[in-house]
């Protein structure tokens, strides 16, 4: 099941501490249990696939065409429908549910979300640019970027050119982010630093696309006490 994917709800950030007396900061991830839809074969689509559906939604809002699906499938009606490819269909079954057990043999994952939006911003503050200078000359436009284009040839501001402009508010995905515990019971996530995104930002959460060989806080802490325990050679 490592092709798949969960959301959930960013809850806040705390801090774990373990019996060293290291503090390690902590991202608190609300977890939402996913329902297999529908089995996508390799037959009709030229692919394999699985439909997930995430979250409770009132039938009052759902439309026409969308009911006689839910009708259909003989399963209550979902939030969000996402379809994740697979290599291997044959262990999932429509009406099927898991969650965070799906993270059990799992130590790092990837998080994708929506970054805080921040509104328009300048060039010193979206580009980190140095401005013009703050005498000698230069009035009013003391935190401006400066020139933008060149001359006649070729008359005109490449793409991509960087300019004030909507900062934040763009989905980004963090690799590699190492799972510190999780909480069955509650559905929670707790996850080793910052994710981005505000309080109750949609997060999508996958297994670490790339292979790590790095070891966890836990590995390293085990480590060091073996390392302890080992008596040093005499020197002779």
């Known amino acids: 099941m490592s092709e798949i994917a969960l959301i959930g709800k960013k809850l806040g950030m705390t801090r774990e501490f373990y019996k060293t007396g290291q503090s390690v900061p902590v991202t608190v991830v609300k977890m939402e249990k996913a329902r297999v839809i529908q089995v996508i074969e390799e037959e009709k689509r030229g692919y394999k696939a699985v439909q997930l ?6 039938n009052s ?18 939030k969000k429908l996402k379809e994740f490819r697979v290599k291997n269909t044959e262990e999932f079954k429509e009406g099927n549910e898991f969650g965070l ?26 580009h980190n640019f140095g401005g013009l200078r703050a005498s000698h000359g230069v009035s009013v436009s003391h935190r401006s970027h400066g020139s933008t284009g060149q001359r006649q040839d070729p008359g005109k501001v490449f793409k991509g050119k960087k300019m004030a402009g909507h900062m934040g508010d763009k989905t980004r995905t963090i690799q590699n982010i190492e799972i510190i515990k999780s909480d069955l019971d509650n559905n929670l996530l707790y996850l080793k630093g910052s994710i981005p995104g505000s309080k109750n930002t949609e997060l999508l ?32």
Do not use: C, H
């Open 53 to 58: 559906g995430f979250g409770k939604i009132k």
């Open 61 to 78: 809002k759902l439309t026409k065409a969308m009911k006689g699906f839910y009708t259909k499938k003989n399963t209550e009606a979902k």
């Open 101 to 126: 057990e799906i993270f059990k043999e799992v130590k790092f994952v990837d998080v994708k979300s929506k970054t805080i939006g921040k509104g328009f911003a300048g060039v010193m503050k979206r």
């Open 205 to 236: 959460v996958k297994k670490a696309v790339k292979n790590i060989q790095k070891l966890t806080i836990k590995e390293k802490i085990e480590v060091l006490e073996k390392a302890k325990k080992t008596p040093e050679k005499k020197k002779k």
